[in-house]
């Protein structure tokens, strides 16, 4: 029972927009107000992500749950994690499972 409840507090549901490039680029068309970013671990700024750039580059069906870029801050060497926020009253969530 105690791994059962230790897994649900690690892996979240995804709201179906986040969990592809192609949903997110479908969904961000319908609704401009949604927004994805990068967040740097190291130096705290945020950076604005390409979606069809990033969809030209890895697919459609790549997911960016649990995935990290290098900060492209000048002599940084943070990571980056991605984030989403339904808008831009809504609090960006970090699109991660808890293990990265």
């Known amino acids: 029972m105690a791994r059962r409840r230790q897994e649900a507090?690690?892996?979240?549901?995804?709201?179906a927009w986040?969990?592809?490039l192609g949903a997110m680029q479908k969904a961000m068309a319908e609704n401009p107000s949604l927004r994805v970013q990068?967040?740097?671990g190291?130096?705290?700024t945020a950076f604005h992500v390409d979606i069809e750039a990033m969809i030209w580059r890895f697919g459609r069906?790549?997911?960016l749950i649990d995935q990290h870029g290098k900060c492209r801050r000048v002599k940084c060497e943070g990571r980056t994690v991605f984030?989403?926020?339904a808008g831009p009253t809504t609090p960006f969530q970090t699109m991660t499972n808890g293990g990265c």
Not at 9 to 15: C, G, K, L, N, Q
């Open 9 to 15: 507090e690690i892996y979240r549901i995804w709201p």
């Open 18 to 20: 986040v969990r592809s």
């Open 38 to 40: 990068a967040m740097c």
């Open 42 to 44: 190291t130096c705290n």
């Open 61 to 63: 069906d790549f997911s």
């Open 83 to 85: 984030q989403y926020s």
